[in-house]
């Protein structure tokens, strides 16, 4: 995708003001204990059941479709933008158009050191909610596919 459009927290904020509706792909726990006011959750990996590590969310694409059409605009955010790129190349191949990620995630981007290199969403003081975030959390966005 060579057009990709990468934004600073402050742009993808603005960008959600002008209508842009913010989508964060970090798991159901990451988001719960904070997340950028008025996003969705959905996640591209998240925790199974009974514990262990990280797998990829197998409803991911599917509720997407569900719940955004495919020329919605939507800007996409992580924790520090690795994930939010793999769901856009995801979403890009089922035929979504506007799509923009939010560099840096909701944490930052750090180098191979982990210094901070880019302030992400609450470093840079936009505003946070916490917890399920009603009927934008993963639940409610999955009823609503009926998986």
């Not at 590590?53 to 409803?59: E, I, Q, R």
């Not at 302030?119 to 936009?126: C, D, I, M, N, V």
Request: glycine share 12%; charged share 25%.
């Amino acid at each position: 995708m060579s057009d990709l459009r990468r934004v600073s927290p402050s742009e993808a904020h603005a960008l959600v003001a002008d209508g842009y509706t913010h989508v964060d792909v970090r798991s159901v726990a990451e988001f719960e204990l904070e997340h950028p006011a008025g996003a969705f959750n959905v996640p591209l990996l998240d925790a199974p059941p009974g514990g262990g590590g990280m797998v990829a969310n197998p409803d991911f694409v599917a509720v997407m479709k569900a719940v955004f059409p495919t020329d919605s605009r939507l800007v996409l955010g992580c924790r520090g933008g690795n994930r939010s790129l793999k769901a856009i190349h995801q979403l890009v191949a089922e035929g979504y158009t506007q799509l923009v990620d939010q560099r840096a995630g909701f944490d930052a981007a750090r180098d191979a050191f982990g210094q901070i290199v880019e302030p992400g969403w609450k470093s840079a003081g936009l505003p946070v909610e916490t917890g399920k975030g009603g009927d934008r959390s993963w639940e409610a966005l999955r009823a609503r596919r009926g998986a």
